[in-house]
């Protein structure tokens, strides 16, 4: 399998302007996980899916963040207006059950930059 | 609520030396512990998970991580660090249930430097 798939790696945006982060979960998983880094706030769980279901999205800082998963094998991040405290690294990551035990697999990122 | 705290954002060690990476967690019910490793511009990857069924848990690359309640920590160590163990660690809990269930929340993170 080839993993979680992110794209894009990087993206550079101007301030105002929508971004789109997407992500294809490993085949199977049926969590998933979009998560934020940055140097001030570490890893912050913005919202997760169960079976394609939003479980909690209490971590997603406002308004112009929205998750989609309109199915088992693709999700989105939207940004829209973007703001320069918006300048993260965005994770996706899967997992294979609900259940607390259950490993979270961590795509690459997307490196979003916001002027 | 669950949450981890790491004790040291950063920690240096010679080449061949003890490595000692404290995480204590907090969980109103029985908690689940894992250690991730990221590598420069990479994903996280894990290293060991706790899930009750034996208190010393050994992963990947010679790491291992002791789960003590009555200390509610969950210290990750090598025996003998290696040049290529440079990374940030990092610390989680999930929880059996409550309002947190399904929820991997992850501590601050520790850079580990190794030097010659």
């Known amino acids: 399998d080839a993993g979680v798939i992110q794209s894009p790696r990087h993206e550079v945006t101007e301030m105002g302007q929508e971004v789109t982060l997407r992500c294809k979960p490993i085949?199977?998983?049926?969590?998933l996980f979009w998560y934020r880094q940055t140097m001030m706030r570490g890893l912050e769980l913005l919202i997760y899916?169960?079976?394609?279901?939003?479980?909690?999205d209490s971590g997603m800082p406002e308004d112009r963040f929205s998750a989609k998963m309109p199915n088992a094998s693709f999700s989105t991040l939207k940004i829209q207006p973007s703001e320069p405290r918006d300048s993260a690294v965005y994770f996706c990551?899967?997992?294979?059950?609900?259940?607390?035990?259950?490993?979270?697999?961590f795509g690459q990122g997307t490196r979003l930059t916001v002027v | 609520a669950q949450s981890v705290t790491q004790l040291g954002s950063h920690v240096s060690v010679s080449e061949g030396a003890l490595v000692l990476l404290r995480c204590n967690y907090s969980?109103?019910?029985?908690?689940?512990l894992f250690w991730y490793v990221q590598y420069p511009n990479q994903g996280l990857q894990l290293l060991l998970k706790y899930t009750s069924a034996a208190t010393l848990v050994k992963g990947i690359n010679g790491f291992e991580a002791e789960f003590k309640k009555s200390e509610t920590s969950f210290h990750l160590t090598k025996p003998s660090a290696h040049m290529s163990d440079a990374a940030e660690y990092f610390c989680?809990?999930?929880?059996?249930?409550?309002?947190?269930?399904?929820?991997?929340?992850f501590g601050q993170g520790t850079i580990l430097t190794v030097h010659p």
């Open positions: 990551a899967s997992s294979s059950s609900r259940g607390p035990n259950a490993e979270a697999f």
């Open positions: 989680a809990v999930n929880s059996a249930g409550g309002t947190s269930y399904g929820k991997l929340t």
């Open positions: 969980s109103s019910v029985p908690p689940y």
């Open positions: 085949s199977g998983h049926n969590s």
């Open positions: 899916f169960n079976n394609n279901v939003p479980i909690d």
